[in-house]
């Protein structure tokens, strides 16, 4: 259930109001030698005269792999102060620095087997 909550928030961030942020640091965390590493981005934003601090890439953050390639993905932040938040209008504290993209498609596959049902969801 709590996946699908998280699906369907990340499938309409898109459309929801956005702000600008301060950013306040940036980083990678995972082990110390390999393994997977996941980025992280903290940023402060006002709204309705409330103040905030996330760190959340996306809903669904996905974004983990190697660290050379998270290191990859946080160059884009080099340099910046600033970034555009998206925020949820019916929660101001829950916030992401890159929505879904509302043009993805779901395909739900159910196979039938003689144990029973079987079945993913996809992305495309």
């Not at 884009?76 to 929505?99: C, H, R």
């Amino acid at each position: 259930m709590i996946f699908v909550i998280l699906f369907y928030l990340d499938r309409v961030s898109c459309g929801w109001p956005t702000t600008q942020a301060s950013i306040v640091d940036y980083g990678i965390i995972g082990p110390t030698g390999g393994g997977l590493h996941r980025p992280y981005v903290r940023y402060k934003y006002t709204v309705a005269e409330n103040s905030y601090v996330c760190e959340r890439l996306s809903i669904l953050d996905i974004s983990i792999g190697d660290k050379q390639k998270v290191m990859d993905q946080l160059s884009k932040f080099s340099g910046l102060t600033e970034v555009t938040v998206y925020y949820w209008p019916l929660w101001n504290g829950l916030s992401v620095i890159a929505p879904s993209s509302c043009t993805k498609k779901i395909l739900f596959l159910i196979f039938i087997t003689l144990i029973g049902l079987i079945g993913s969801v996809v992305i495309i």
